[in-house]
Protein backbone atom coordinates (compact mmCIF):
# COMPACT_ATOMS: atom_id res chain seq x y z
CA UNK A 1 0.00 0.00 0.00
CA UNK A 2 1.16 3.24 -0.76
CA UNK A 3 1.23 6.34 1.69
CA UNK A 4 -0.40 9.59 1.19
CA UNK A 5 2.94 11.13 1.79
CA UNK A 6 5.06 8.61 -1.10
CA UNK A 7 2.06 9.61 -3.29
CA UNK A 8 2.65 13.31 -3.11
CA UNK A 9 6.48 12.97 -2.57
CA UNK A 10 6.71 11.38 -5.67
CA UNK A 11 4.16 13.68 -7.49
CA UNK A 12 5.75 16.79 -6.28
CA UNK A 13 9.21 15.29 -7.40
CA UNK A 14 7.99 14.54 -11.31
CA UNK A 15 6.43 17.61 -11.54
CA UNK A 16 9.83 19.97 -10.57
CA UNK A 17 12.23 17.66 -12.77
CA UNK A 18 9.70 17.79 -15.67
CA UNK A 19 9.68 21.60 -14.87
CA UNK A 20 13.16 21.24 -14.94
CA UNK A 21 13.53 19.21 -17.59
CA UNK A 22 11.20 20.72 -20.46
CA UNK A 23 12.84 24.50 -19.13
CA UNK A 24 16.17 22.90 -20.48
CA UNK A 25 14.96 21.99 -23.74
CA UNK A 26 13.87 25.06 -24.59
CA UNK A 27 17.59 26.47 -23.92
CA UNK A 28 18.60 23.14 -25.73
CA UNK A 29 16.85 24.33 -28.59
CA UNK A 30 18.41 27.67 -28.21
CA UNK A 31 22.12 26.93 -28.39
CA UNK A 32 20.87 24.52 -31.31
CA UNK A 33 19.79 27.33 -33.37
CA UNK A 34 23.29 29.38 -31.97
CA UNK A 35 25.48 26.67 -33.35
CA UNK A 36 26.60 25.78 -29.95
CA UNK A 37 27.37 22.06 -30.42
CA UNK A 38 29.05 20.92 -26.82
CA UNK A 39 26.63 23.09 -24.68
CA UNK A 40 23.72 21.85 -26.88
CA UNK A 41 25.25 17.86 -25.94
CA UNK A 42 25.55 18.60 -22.47
CA UNK A 43 22.35 20.01 -21.86
CA UNK A 44 20.85 17.13 -23.94
CA UNK A 45 22.78 14.39 -22.05
CA UNK A 46 21.44 16.06 -18.46
CA UNK A 47 17.92 16.04 -20.37
CA UNK A 48 17.78 12.13 -21.18
CA UNK A 49 19.00 11.37 -17.50
CA UNK A 50 16.31 13.48 -16.31
CA UNK A 51 14.11 12.04 -18.03
CA UNK A 52 14.86 8.57 -17.34
CA UNK A 53 14.34 8.96 -13.75
CA UNK A 54 11.03 10.85 -14.66
CA UNK A 55 9.36 8.31 -16.35
CA UNK A 56 10.27 5.28 -14.43
CA UNK A 57 9.30 7.36 -10.92
CA UNK A 58 5.32 7.70 -13.35
CA UNK A 59 5.40 4.43 -14.65
CA UNK A 60 6.48 2.68 -11.62
CA UNK A 61 3.14 4.76 -9.76
CA UNK A 62 0.93 4.20 -12.82
CA UNK A 63 -2.02 3.68 -10.04
CA UNK A 64 -1.18 7.25 -8.90
CA UNK A 65 -3.35 9.20 -11.10
CA UNK A 66 -1.17 12.70 -9.50
CA UNK A 67 1.57 11.73 -10.87
CA UNK A 68 0.50 11.27 -14.41
CA UNK A 69 -1.09 15.12 -14.02
CA UNK A 70 2.28 15.73 -12.31
CA UNK A 71 3.75 15.06 -15.17
CA UNK A 72 1.75 16.65 -17.82
CA UNK A 73 1.64 19.91 -15.83
CA UNK A 74 5.33 19.87 -14.96
CA UNK A 75 5.55 19.58 -19.05
CA UNK A 76 3.60 22.89 -19.62
CA UNK A 77 5.30 24.52 -16.86
CA UNK A 78 8.41 23.70 -17.80
CA UNK A 79 7.38 25.74 -21.23
CA UNK A 80 6.63 28.69 -19.43
CA UNK A 81 9.66 28.34 -17.03
CA UNK A 82 11.67 28.02 -20.38
CA UNK A 83 10.44 30.72 -22.08
CA UNK A 84 10.89 33.59 -19.21
CA UNK A 85 14.67 32.17 -18.82
CA UNK A 86 15.38 32.29 -22.53
CA UNK A 87 13.73 35.60 -22.34
CA UNK A 88 15.65 36.97 -19.30
CA UNK A 89 18.74 35.19 -20.49
CA UNK A 90 18.41 36.94 -24.10
CA UNK A 91 21.94 35.10 -25.59
CA UNK A 92 23.22 36.78 -28.63
CA UNK A 93 22.58 39.10 -30.63
CA UNK A 94 19.99 41.28 -32.60
CA UNK A 95 19.74 43.67 -35.44
CA UNK A 96 17.40 46.62 -34.72
CA UNK A 97 16.11 48.78 -37.40
CA UNK A 98 14.62 52.34 -36.32
CA UNK A 99 12.49 54.15 -39.12
CA UNK A 100 11.90 57.97 -38.40
CA UNK A 101 10.93 60.93 -39.84
CA UNK A 102 12.55 63.24 -37.88
CA UNK A 103 14.76 64.83 -40.56
CA UNK A 104 17.83 65.18 -38.32
CA UNK A 105 20.84 62.72 -37.49
CA UNK A 106 19.59 63.16 -33.75
CA UNK A 107 18.41 59.48 -33.34
CA UNK A 108 21.97 58.06 -34.21
CA UNK A 109 23.55 60.67 -32.27
CA UNK A 110 21.34 59.93 -29.03
CA UNK A 111 21.94 55.77 -29.92
CA UNK A 112 26.02 56.71 -30.19
CA UNK A 113 26.23 58.65 -27.35
CA UNK A 114 24.87 55.58 -25.21
CA UNK A 115 27.35 53.52 -26.73
CA UNK A 116 25.80 51.42 -29.98
CA UNK A 117 27.19 51.62 -32.89
CA UNK A 118 25.01 52.73 -35.67
CA UNK A 119 24.87 52.58 -39.33
CA UNK A 120 22.07 55.34 -40.83
CA UNK A 121 20.46 55.63 -44.34
CA UNK A 122 18.30 58.46 -45.04
CA UNK A 123 15.60 57.20 -47.87
CA UNK A 124 12.14 57.78 -48.74
CA UNK A 125 8.89 56.89 -47.34
CA UNK A 126 5.82 56.79 -48.45
CA UNK A 127 5.55 60.22 -46.62
CA UNK A 128 8.83 61.91 -47.40
CA UNK A 129 12.23 61.40 -46.51
CA UNK A 130 13.16 59.15 -43.60
CA UNK A 131 16.36 58.34 -41.61
CA UNK A 132 16.91 54.45 -41.21
CA UNK A 133 18.93 53.96 -38.21
CA UNK A 134 20.43 50.02 -38.00
CA UNK A 135 21.83 48.97 -34.95
CA UNK A 136 23.44 45.23 -34.01
CA UNK A 137 23.31 44.70 -30.11
CA UNK A 138 22.96 42.46 -27.40
CA UNK A 139 19.30 41.03 -26.85
CA UNK A 140 19.62 42.13 -23.48
CA UNK A 141 19.76 45.44 -24.71
CA UNK A 142 16.87 45.98 -26.85
CA UNK A 143 14.56 47.30 -24.22
CA UNK A 144 17.24 50.15 -23.68
CA UNK A 145 17.31 50.42 -27.52
CA UNK A 146 13.73 51.22 -27.97
CA UNK A 147 13.62 53.30 -25.39
CA UNK A 148 15.77 55.61 -26.18
CA UNK A 149 14.54 55.74 -30.02
CA UNK A 150 10.62 56.38 -28.27
CA UNK A 151 12.00 59.17 -26.39
CA UNK A 152 13.74 60.71 -29.35
CA UNK A 153 11.11 60.09 -31.92
CA UNK A 154 7.82 58.98 -30.32
CA UNK A 155 6.47 57.73 -33.96
CA UNK A 156 9.78 56.12 -34.98
CA UNK A 157 9.21 52.61 -36.11
CA UNK A 158 11.05 49.87 -34.06
CA UNK A 159 12.10 46.21 -35.79
CA UNK A 160 14.40 43.89 -34.23
CA UNK A 161 14.81 40.14 -35.87
CA UNK A 162 17.65 37.89 -34.09
CA UNK A 163 21.28 37.07 -35.60
CA UNK A 164 22.46 33.64 -35.08
Known sequence: MITTSTVISTSILIFVLRVINIALDTLRVMFVVQRKRVLSALVGFVQALMWIVVIKAVLDNLENFYSIVAYAGGYSAGILVGMALEERLAIGFSHVRIVTSEDT??????????????????GQGKDGRVLEVNVIAKRRDLTHIEKIASQVDPNCFVTSEAIF
Not at 105 to 120: I, N, Q, W
Open 105 to 122: PHMSTTLRKAGYGVTDYI
